[in-house]
């Protein structure tokens, strides 16, 4: 298959602006690489992709970013810049499919959802959020009524979010095993990974923390510096060690030196890479029962799902964290979320939806 993807219009590939999307795509492109097709990748200028993908042709466009859907209200309108980042990536996108197969849209927005309807080209997309905005799930319920094959999900969860889509495509997530060492910490310190922002609790985390009198790592991009602030300040001083944004290869060295790590996603997350880069690593994860997480944790084996917002009982899991054995979490990757496995997930949904354009 040719295949051409359509990156984030939020953040070059690298930046970590565009959140777990950086990820999924790179590991997307080296399954889809792997079992033999051509991919090429539309993305914002200055993105890199992995090294091992460096056969995936790169296209760069230039432009404005879109507002992320979940910093705006339920309702909000469609609001495009002017000299569109989004625009001009759909424009090369549908140029470069008109010699593929098909263009793989991963941008969360409206206006690639709404071409489908207008063009003869198929256009596929994994939608990488829950319902964020009413606009994009009444257009999503809309396309889906003509195009019930073009929209693939992370988890079950997510999908559920738009009770319209009768029985949703689900392809999970991929990773690149070699890119995480397994690491037997048990006595290390607790960590935090993700977008510091409103949707991802951080300040449930440092409660427990602080609760323990330990400090909590946290590594990922400060998208939101004030909220950030106003936790720390919320808490007694250095209770948070603010590790940044480190890349794949780093963040996995750090990682898999603690001991568990906290997830406490205040949204329906559609999935959850941070979770799963943990478990490669070796180190079990104690998440809100919500969302993508919830379907990945094994409760009792590779880690604990808490009651949603409930700090006091995920601070009884951290208390019992030495029970679960840190090889069951690896296991739990490598037989569920490697990059083949997603990939062929990937195409076999592909494949499905070309029969319905021939
Ligand atoms: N991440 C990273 N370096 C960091 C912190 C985070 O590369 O220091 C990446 C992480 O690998 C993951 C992404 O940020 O792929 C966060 O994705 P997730 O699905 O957890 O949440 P999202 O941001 O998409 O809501």
């Known amino acids: 298959m040719r295949i051409v993807l359509m990156s984030t219009p939020i953040g070059f590939l690298g930046s970590g602006k565009g959140g777990g999307v950086e990820l999924t795509l790179n590991s997307l492109v080296t399954g889809l690489l792997s079992l033999g ?95 964020e905005s009413s606009v994009i799930s009444n257009l999503i319920a809309k396309v889906y009524d003509e195009h019930p094959y073009n929209f693939a999900f992370h988890s079950k969860i997510q999908a559920n979010d738009y009770p319209f889509i009768k029985k949703p495509v689900i392809i999970g997530n991929g990773f690149k095993l070699d890119n995480y060492t397994f690491r037997d910490s048990v006595k290390g310190p607790l960590a935090w990974v993700g977008r510091v922002a409103p949707e991802k609790g951080l300040e449930d985390a440092v409660y427990v ?59 329906n997350e559609a999935y959850g890479n941070v979770v799963v880069e943990a478990l490669a690593c070796g180190v079990p994860v104690i998440a809100y029962k919500r969302g993508g997480p919830s379907e990945i944790i094994k409760h009792g084996q590779t880690g604990y799902l808490a009651d949603p917002d409930d700090k006091k009982n995920m601070l009884s899991y951290v208390e019992i964290i030495e029970k679960i054995k840190r090889k069951k979490c690896r296991e739990w990757v490598e037989k569920n979320a490697s990059t083949d496995i997603f990939a062929n997930k990937v195409v076999n949904w592909l494949n499905r939806l070309m029969k319905e354009y021939k």
């Not at 091992?52 to 992320?68: M, P, R, T, W, Y």
Request: glycine share 6%; charged share 25%.
């Open 37 to 131: 097709h051509s991919v090429d990748v539309v993305a914002p200028k200055n993105s890199k992709l992995y090294y091992c993908n460096e056969k995936a042709n790169l296209h760069f466009v230039d432009g404005e970013d879109q507002i992320s859907w979940q910093h705006q209200n339920y309702n909000s309108p469609v609001s495009i810049p002017d000299d569109s980042l989004l625009v001009g990536m759909l424009e090369k996108g549908l140029d470069l499919a008109k010699k593929a197969d098909v263009l793989l849209n991963m941008s969360y927005d409206w206006l690639p959802i709404w071409m489908t309807l207008n063009v003869k080209i198929p256009i596929a997309h994994i939608i990488s959020m829950g319902s």
């Open 209 to 267: 923390a602080n609760k323990l009198g330990e400090k909590l790592k946290v590594w990922g991009v400060k998208e939101d510096e004030a909220y950030a602030s106003k936790i720390e300040q919320s808490f007694p001083q250095d209770t948070i060690d603010w590790m940044g944004f480190l890349s794949t290869n780093e963040l996995q060295k750090e990682l898999g030196k603690c001991r568990v790590l906290l997830n406490t996603p205040k949204w």
